[in-house]
């Protein structure tokens, strides 16, 4: 009889499930028009205002969407109006007027007008000011309003070139009466204005109805963070986003081109990919060994091999699609045998070593395994240093603490780093600086372009760099989406004239409004203090208590001390390229980054147990609204994938044990054996490659959020706790097994065998109850093991969880995020410990006494 | 079929220590105008997407992954055991100190404490490995322990103390070698935990760098190019398989061996 009702109970549980996965697949899908797009970008940008200093990346989202300027760049990179109509040039260069549109006002309201165009401009070069071009724009001595749509800028010296200067996103029109809070809340003229910003995740923007120039025909944009070269295969193949302006992984563009869906352009862009090479480091003095380094690379093989054949070779700091270009490339053609033989003229026949520092970008990893490879044929050594963006800042461009490294310079028109002094590349530029100044003040295009061809040769004459290749824009879209212009070189998107074509496109998110249910920490809380009601004696439970404290203390103390030892400056890293040390130290200080280990510690401490988790230095929010969004996320996860593994893993033990060594036995032992052994990530890829990618049947990556609906949302989620739960569940199984087993062994069960209890019964009531403490002890674990198991998981799904919250702070140097999480997870560890300790001593009174 | 655990690990091992100076073809040498090719005569299991053959990775991958883990487990023993043994032989405060100190190390999830300490040193392999043998330590250190009070309330150790032994003579001549066993197992245990903590890591691009290959990276650097040569990813992801399974085989067979009571 006690068969049947397990048979019975089994059935129950498959039809269960069954309805469960109906139920979810029927939320899923409804249709909805299309006015929205998803566009993901590579970079995530700290801030969300281009006037103080900061990454490329806001100026991808904000410029032409959010904010204007008084110009604009078209395709060859003349100046063409947009907040200004038209502008005169005084004959000495020395002075400009610009005239007005009418009729322009903030998203807040704000009329736009002369005053605007003086305060913006001024700003930009107050003392203290982080705006990235504040050098360049000190040439400004005063900002006229000569009427209420007309001002006149004068400068201290004669440049050309002031027009197209105020097209850059650094110069754009911001009011003063938000100017004091645009990093978290921008305001700008711009056909679209800022709507949401779940960091690490998303950002959007909606349609600004009272834009002055043509209604954009989108209402919402919505900008997704995606770095990584798989996760950015799997969203464009499920169409999970519509457009990617700079898809990261040129090796899957001949499989997206066969989708008819998709529509992939290349176009070229500003950003020159070279090999640094610090001219100051020992045997980089040596011209002759610089001009080895050109000989010795095949920037073909470079290209092939890092880009898939996608980007043009060049030869100095210019790219091909500039009218000024001159093709330099055949200045130091592949040649290994000449590149040996100057290495031997500069005094190293036996070859010399050097370090090549690589940034995180695929493309910097991947063409730096290829120099290597190019540069070990010719007898240089390059020893590999991979290094985070922090890292980089710090050891390569702020302290020039490397030999060779690989970067992409993207700005427009960047070669006047070439003239600077102390730039990282440590040359000497005194006579490029000559040609830059004869540059400035020559207006004659004639002239013009004599020197800048000079300005190329130069550079290349003196093997300043190695100069690889020209990174395209590779844009992966949406078929359907049409009148995106790609307005190189200023590297915005334009979506004022976006649309899709063709109605009623189905939309895979829901927009239902919903909020999820009470949080599971509270309640596993509520269950730990009814169990201590029933204590196993308060002596033991203070103690217990007590030792819980100690631990956490102690794992704070670790946590902060290791993270002080991590190389990188956070300051550093948030101002960016251009930032003065001035401007880097003075965020220090604001940051509290100043002042003792031990006092910055008690600071941290006291503030964290008060509830004060502290400000993030990269997002500039308090930590606790970074991190609770992330745990909506990891703590169901980790609590479904609980579930999972032992809805899987004790049934499996059981079957198992009731018959040791029968077929049963032997094929789940073999089953759990292989589970335990596959690598986590690997299942969770070869999962999202069979059911997401290739059968459909769940989205690729992201979270749409639980205010998406339950359907969605509990999608999402399945292939993560499958990949999560899996391994899980093998262990469990296989430790159960053992538990039971050896109670099975134990005479008071031959007792009852004899006495002629059935095996079932005895199994039930018997033996399990006394495996129980290794049983739940592995149990208990389950839980901190998946949450931090959740890191790998959330990198290969691409979901906004604590795991990659935690990877991307410490990516980043956001050493206040990283503390926070880190407590939260061993703060996790040590409460499960303690319930299971809780939960076996209340199973066994035989354990209670022990401490 | 147990008995093909060890000799699996074996082969394996073996043809780690063979890819230290000889495989098929120069892992470090690129070879981009022969990228991603199917397998051939030449190429017994093809290329990779920079022109590397795939059977001279693939063995080349071991050794990060068995030497990392191999590392680990050494310092995991080396600072585990001592503790363990300490703290068994002179029960009270030290005892505490020593509980204390490894419930702390327990409080990190595995990967997170490697997450930190490869933060702070960066990535490597020899940094993996001492990332990966921080968290054997409190492991090898509790085991140690619990074994070892068992041992000390023994006869033959109470002569040993009215002979005037020293406590850490009498751990190291007498208490070591019966908790050898549980150490044993304890180990083999470790050891394909270590493996699979080092290919993570790797997939992470948090371990052994280029030109060294790495089973672990094999993997995230071919996650791309699965639709057209799914080889490139299955077929790491198989050799961490195997290799861990043989790791678990051969700790069963030696399990049955030196402490046939724990079965699995």
Known sequence: MLKQVQHDGWVVWVASLMLALSLVFGLALPVQARDRIVVALQLEPPTLDPTSGAAAAVKEVTYRNIYEGLTTLDTTGTAVPLLATSWTMAPDARSYVFHLRPGVRFSDGTPFDAKIVAFSLLRAIRPGSTNSMAERLSEITGVDVIDPLTVRIRLNQPDAGLAALLAWGDCVMVAPASADHLATAPVGTGPFRYRSWTRGDRLTLVRNDAYWGAKPALRTIEYRFISDPAAAYAAMKTHSVDLFPDYPAPENLAQLRADPALRITTAPSEGEVILALNNQAGPLRDLRVRRAISYALDRRAIIDGAMFGYGQPIGSHFPPQNPDYVDLTGLYPHDPAKARALLVQAGYPHGLTLTLKLPPPAYARRSGEIVAAELAAIGIKAVIVPVEWPQWLDEVYARHAYDMTIVSHAEPADYDIYGRANYYFGYDGRAVKALLDRLRATTDPGARHAILVAIQRRIAEDAVNGFLFQFPHLAVADARLTHIWANTPLQATDFTTARFAGADVADRDMHRARSWGAPLILLFTAIGFVALARAAGIGWLVRRLGILMLTLAGASVVIFALLQLAPGDPAQFMMGLQASPDAVASLRAELGLNGSVAVRYLHWISDFVRGDLGTSYAYRVPVAELIGPRLALSLPLACLAMLVSVLLGLPAAFLAARRPNGWLDRAIGGLTRLGVAIPGFWLAMILLLAFAVHLSWFPASGFPGWQAGLGPALLSLVLPTLALALPQAALIARVARAALLTEQGRDYVRTARAKGVGRGLILWRHIAPNAAAPILAIIGLQFPFLLAGSVIVENVFYLPGLGSLVVQAITARDLIVVQAVAMLMVAATVIASFLTDIAQALLDPRLRGRS | ?264
């Open chain 2, 1 to 264: 079929m147990k008995r093909a655990g060890p000799i699996l690990l074996g082969l394996i091992v073996a043809l780690a220590l063979l890819s230290l100076v000889w495989t098929p073809f120069d892992v470090t040498t690129i070879d981009v105008a022969h990228r991603l090719q199917s397998a051939s005569i030449r190429h017994w299991l093809g290329t990779d997407q920079l022109g590397r053959d795939l059977l001279s990775m693939l063995m080349a991958g071991a050794r990060p992954s068995l030497g990392v883990a191999a590392l680990a487990l050494m310092v995991g023993v080396a600072g585990g055991v001592p503790l363990g043994l300490l703290a068994a032989a002179r029960p009270g405060w030290i005892d505490e100190l020593v509980a204390r100190c490894t419930d702390i190390l327990f409080a990190f999830p595995a990967i997170l404490l490697a997450l930190l300490v490869i933060a702070v040193l960066g990535p490597g392999a020899s940094h993996a490995a001492l990332a990966i043998g921080l968290f054997n330590i409190p492991v090898f250190a509790r085991v140690t322990r619990a074994s070892a009070r068992g041992v000390w309330t023994r006869d033959f150790i109470l002569a040993a103390r009215l002979a005037a032994k020293g406590p850490g003579l009498i751990s190291f001549e007498h208490v070591l070698p019966n908790i050898a066993g549980p150490l044993i197992t304890q180990a083999g245990l470790q050891l394909s935990l270590g493996v699979l903590a080092e290919t993570a890591l790797s997939f992470l691009g948090l371990g052994a760098q280029p030109p060294a290959a790495s089973w672990g990276r094999m993997v995230a650097d071919a996650q791309t190019l699965v639709g057209v040569a799914p080889s490139l990813v299955l077929l790491p992801g198989l050799a961490i398989v195997v290799t861990v399974t043989a790791i678990n085989l051969t700790g069963e067979v030696l399990r049955t061996r030196v402490a046939p009571e724990t079965g699995l």
